[in-house]
């Protein structure tokens, strides 16, 4: 047993896990830090791609076209990757890219996604 201490100074009694479980964790936090990267890259290159800051595009805008957000979203799964905990929040960025940047169709929308997904970052 190791004793650690604990921010409010009690110590509490815990086995050790062992290089092999510490390095497991490295590895998870590695492979989750990486695919968050991904995903704030993907949507930093959408946001360029329709020409749209990013902040902007993270509003409280209201889903009225629910077919161009649904076809958006199945495009970005199947071309980038299920959205995850993380990535969720950037369902809001399809959302504004649906509703404000009318000059586009759905399918332009739509086509650039698949665009900037099949890019290799």
Do not use: H, M, W
Request: proline share 2%.
């Amino acid at each position: 047993f190791f004793f650690f201490q604990a921010e409010d100074g009690i110590r509490d009694a815990q086995e050790s896990r062992g290089l092999g479980d510490v390095y497991k964790r490295q590895q998870e936090l590695g492979a989750e830090i990486k695919s968050r990267l991904f995903v704030d890259n993907k949507f930093a290159e959408l946001s360029k791609y329709f020409n749209f800051p990013v902040e902007q595009l993270l509003g409280q805008t209201a889903p009225k076209d629910f077919g161009c957000l649904k076809d958006s979203v199945k495009t970005y799964e199947l071309t980038c990757g299920k959205f995850t905990e993380y990535s969720l929040k950037y369902v809001q960025f399809l959302v504004t890219v649906c509703e404000k940047r009318k000059e586009l169709s759905k399918e332009e929308i739509l086509a650039g996604i698949s665009t900037v997904c099949a890019r290799n970052n």
